[in-house]
C-alpha cells in the first residue's frame, strides 16, 4: 500500500515538473518571470497594475520580452514596440491561435470555439468575408445607441436618488446598457435587460466572467479535463451551455428575425452583421458549430471591452475634474441633446480622451493568442523556437517612459494634439509603430475599432451633458488581477446638472 502511494506521489510530482519546468529549447537572452507570479490569484488580490510593477516593468522594458507561464505552459510576451511590430506584421509566421488550439478541452475554448477573432487561414478569410461588412459598417444606425444611452444615465441618476449622497456602484449597470448596445447594433434584438434588472442573458455574463478566470484552472487548464473531480468546473461547463443554448435561442426567435433572401453573405450595407451569419448557415457557407462560435464572439467581445473602458472612465474622469470640465465645456458648447456620429468624431478633446484612456486602461490588456510555425527569429534578435505561444502586453509598451516621455503614467489626454486631424494622425501613426496595441494592430486589427471609440464617445457625450461626478471618497482602487483591466467595484457620486 505504501509502495503504490509513493510511487502516485512520485507520478504526481514528475507531472507537474513536466508542466511547470521551463523547456530548454526556449530562447535563452530572455528572462523568465517566477511562476509564482502567474499564480498570485490564489492568494493575493493584487491588481494587474500592481502585478506588472513589480515583476514584469523591469525586465520587458531592458528586454522586449520575457518568458512567462500561462495557460499550462511557457510562452514568450512581448512589450517592445520593435517586438510586437515584428509580430503583427508577420502572421503567416506568428499565427493567432486561440484557446481551441491550444485547450481545446477547456471551459474558455467551449465559450469561444473557433471564431472570427482567434482563428487564421482559409478560416479566418472565410469569416471575414462574412462579418466584415456588418461590423465595419459605414451607416451605422447611431440613434439606438443614443436613446440606450440616454436611458444608461436617467438609470444612473435614479440610482443616485436612491443612494442619497452616497456612492453608487455602476458596473452592473454599464454591462446592461453595453449588452442593450450590442443587441441593437449587431444581433437584430432588444435582449430587454437595459429597461429590466433580471434578464437571464445578461446574469450569466456576471457568473461566467466568475468563473472563467479562476487562476488555479486558468493556469492549469489540464485540471478542465477531471471537471468532474471539481464541482466548480462541472458548473462552470453548465453555464456556458446555457448561456450559448439560450443565445442561439433569443436570436432565432427574436420578433425582428429577417429571413434570408438568397443573396451572397456580406453583400448587403443595410444589414447588421447577424443576417449575414444566418445567410451563410442557410447557404452552407459556414456550418452550425461556426455559426454559434461567431455568433458568441459578438456577444462577448462587442459589449466587454466598452463595458470595461467606461468603468475606467468613471474613476479617470471622477478623479481628474479638470479633464472632466474641459470636456464637459466642449460638449455643451455643440448645443445638441442628440449628437450625430459626425458631431462626436469632429470633437478633438472628446477624442483625445478616448485614445488616452486606452492608452492607460486598454481593456485587453495582455493576449497570449499566437504561435509560431516554426522556428522564428524575432526582429532578428530573438530565436523562438516553432510551436511555441507568443502574445504581446498592451499595457506594458503602453506605459513604457522609454516610448510614450516621462509622463506615461499621466493621463494627458494633450499628448495626441490639439486639433482633429492631428490626434488622428497620431493615433494612426503610434498604432504602426506598435506604440499603441489596444485593439492589436495590422491586418488583425479589431474590426470593431471604430464602433467601440464612437460608443464611448456617445456615453461620454451624455454623462457629460446632463451629470458631473466625483468617485465616492472612500472608494480605493483596486484594478481587476487578471482577465481584462478595469476598476473593482468603483463607485461615484453623481450629481444631476440642471
Not at 166 to 173: H, M
Not at 328 to 355: C, F, G, I, Q, W
Request: charged share 25%; hydrophobic share 45%; proline share 5%.
Amino acid at each position: 500500500m505504501l509502495s503504490i502511494l509513493v510511487f502516485t506521489l512520485l507520478c504526481a510530482a514528475a507531472l507537474l515538473w513536466g508542466l511547470v519546468r521551463i523547456p530548454s529549447e526556449m530562447p535563452r537572452n530572455i528572462p523568465s518571470v517566477p511562476i509564482y507570479v502567474s499564480l498570485l490569484g490564489l492568494w493575493s488580490n493584487m491588481g494587474q497594475d500592481e502585478i506588472y510593477e513589480k515583476w514584469l516593468r523591469e525586465p520587458l522594458e531592458k528586454h522586449g520580452a520575457v518568458k512567462i507561464f500561462f495557460a499550462g505552459r511557457w510562452n514568450v510576451l512581448f512589450a517592445r514596440p520593435e517586438f510586437l511590430s515584428d509580430m503583427f506584421r508577420n502572421e503567416d509566421i506568428y499565427t493567432k491561435a486561440g484557446s481551441q488550439k491550444k485547450i481545446p478541452w477547456s471551459v474558455i475554448a467551449t465559450l469561444v470555439g473557433d471564431n472570427i477573432i482567434n482563428s487564421h487561414g482559409a478560416d479566418w478569410k472565410l469569416y471575414t468575408s462574412v462579418m466584415k461588412p456588418g461590423i465595419q459598417k459605414q451607416d451605422f444606425n447611431i440613434e439606438p445607441i443614443v436613446d440606450k444611452t440616454k436611458t444608461f444615465v436617467s438609470k444612473l441618476l435614479e440610482n443616485q436618488a436612491g443612494s442619497g449622497n452616497g456612492g453608487i456602484l455602476v458596473n452592473g449597470l454599464i454591462q446592461r446598457w453595453a449588452i442593450a448596445i450590442m443587441g441593437e447594433c449587431f444581433l437584430d434584438i432588444d435582449f430587454g435587460c437595459l429597461d429590466y434588472s433580471g434578464q437571464r442573458i445578461e446574469e450569466l455574463q456576471s457568473i461566467i466572467k466568475r468563473v472563467l478566470f479562476h487562476p488555479l484552472f486558468f493556469n492549469f487548464p489540464l485540471l478542465d479535463k477531471f471537471a468532474w473531480l471539481f464541482r466548480s468546473r462541472k458548473y462552470a461547463y453548465a453555464i456556458v451551455k446555457e448561456f450559448e443554448d439560450l443565445l442561439v435561442e433569443l436570436v432565432e426567435n427574436r420578433p425582428r428575425k429577417v429571413k434570408s433572401s438568397g443573396e451572397k453573405p456580406g453583400d448587403q450595407s443595410g444589414e447588421l452583421v447577424i443576417h449575414m451569419l444566418e445567410r451563410a448557415l442557410d447557404q452552407g457557407v459556414i456550418n452550425d458549430a461556426q455559426f454559434r462560435a461567431n455568433l458568441k464572439i459578438v456577444f462577448l467581445t462587442a459589449h466587454e471591452n466598452v463595458q470595461q473602458l467606461l468603468n475606467s472612465v468613471f474613476w479617470e474622469l471622477g478623479t481628474n475634474q479638470t479633464v472632466q470640465s474641459r470636456l464637459r465645456e466642449e460638449t455643451l458648447s455643440k448645443k445638441v441633446v442628440s449628437p450625430t456620429a459626425e458631431t462626436l468624431n469632429d470633437m478633438p478633446y472628446l477624442t483625445a480622451v478616448v485614445y488616452e484612456m486606452l492608452r492607460l486602461y486598454p481593456p485587453v490588456s495582455q493576449l497570449i493568442n499566437r504561435v509560431t510555425v516554426g522556428p522564428a527569429v524575432l526582429a532578428d534578435k530573438i530565436e523562438i523556437p516553432g510551436r511555441t505561444w507568443v502574445g504581446w502586453n498592451a499595457y506594458g509598451v503602453q506605459t513604457d517612459r522609454g516610448v510614450w516621455g516621462s509622463d506615461a503614467m499621466v493621463f494627458a489626454p494633450e499628448r495626441w494634439g490639439d486639433n482633429i486631424k492631428d490626434i488622428k494622425a497620431r493615433y494612426r501613426r503610434e498604432q504602426v509603430k506598435g506604440n499603441y496595441i489596444p485593439f492589436n494592430a495590422h491586418t488583425r486589427k479589431c474590426l470593431g475599432s471604430n464602433f467601440a471609440v464612437l460608443e464611448t464617445k456617445v456615453a461620454l457625450f451624455e454623462l457629460l451633458r446632463r451629470t458631473k461626478w466625483t468617485v465616492d471618497p472612500e472608494y480605493r482602487l483596486k484594478l481587476t488581477p487578471g482577465g481584462i483591466l478595469a476598476p473593482l467595484k468603483c463607485k461615484v457620486i453623481l450629481e444631476e446638472l440642471a
